[in-house]
């Protein structure tokens, strides 16, 4: 039983910055690789960052490496994403998925790969 709530959107403008939290509410926490989703009206949900059980591996979408970081914090069973440099091109609902295995690999760019959900926080970039 796991159930993941998100928080940390909202409005700003270009080139501001925003920090989004996923708190899993259990006891797993610990277990899970994690990753970050977005989706924009009448878009694909695309995976935007990922990052392994060990925090030893992250992976991040071409269009945000170098803005964005995905961390985690075991202890509080939370894992974060520094936006930095936000563009309108980033306008999304965010989502924090959990996956339950690592094989083949901690991450999967394709949502079926992951367990759990949040239910999305969103984020609207300006111009």
């Known amino acids: 039983q796991v159930q993941l709530v998100e928080s940390g959107g909202g409005l700003v403008q270009a080139g501001d910055s925003l920090r989004l939290s996923c708190e899993t509410l259990?006891?797993?926490?610990?277990?899970?690789?994690m990753g970050w989703f977005r989706q924009a009206p009448r878009k694909e949900r695309e995976l935007v960052a990922a990052?392994?059980?060990?925090?030893?591996?992250?992976y991040y979408a071409d269009s945000v490496k170098g803005r964005f970081t995905i961390s985690r914090d075991n202890a509080k069973n939370t894992v974060y994403l520094q936006m930095n440099s936000l563009k309108p091109e980033d306008t999304a609902v965010y989502y924090c998925?959990?996956?339950?295995?690592?094989?083949?690999?901690?991450?999967?760019?394709?949502?079926?790969?992951?367990?759990?959900w949040g239910q999305g926080t969103q984020v609207t970039v300006s111009s």
């Open positions: 998925a959990a996956k339950l295995t690592s094989s083949p690999t901690y991450y999967s760019t394709v949502g079926s790969g992951y367990n759990y």
């Open positions: 990052i392994s059980r060990s925090r030893g591996s992250t």
């Open positions: 259990g006891r797993t926490f610990s277990n899970y690789a």
